[in-house]
């Protein structure tokens, strides 16, 4: 059965960094685009950012460019969100989210599973 599981969320100042994991089970994981996607409290769900199959193009919505990275590493099965100089507007619960097409949309349909989603609080 598809799942994904992520890891790496917590509590973190401002200015701090954390590093989001998803590691995909019961499929193919180099067969799909993978993406970001957080929800902060009160406000609707907000892409992030996109990575290619093979891991070659990478994509960031314009309020975490310059300051987060994804990648992947398809022998574990596994996608990454190095998240540094972290906002406290960046506080939100982090999901990862299957896609057959590359999309970068904040529409939730677009994706056809996602993971339990990591917490991400900044604060001081």
């Known amino acids: 059965q598809v799942q994904l599981v992520e890891s790496g969320g917590g509590l973190v100042q401002p200015g701090g960094s954390l590093r989001l994991s998803c590691a995909g089970f019961g499929f193919t994981f180099s067969t799909y685009y993978m993406n970001w996607v957080r929800q902060a409290p009160g406000k609707g769900p907000e892409w992030v950012s996109s990575i290619y199959r093979d891991g070659s193009n990478t994509y960031y919505a314009d309020f975490v460019k310059g300051r987060f990275t994804v990648s992947r590493d398809n022998a574990k099965n596994t996608l990454y969100l190095q998240m540094n100089r972290l906002k406290s507007e960046d506080t939100a619960v982090y999901y990862c989210?299957?896609?057959?097409?590359?999309?970068?949309?904040?529409?939730?349909?677009?994706?056809?599973?996602w993971g339990q989603g990591t917490q991400v609080t900044v604060s001081s």
């Open positions: 989210a299957r896609s057959r097409r590359f999309t970068m949309t904040s529409i939730l349909s677009m994706y056809d599973y």
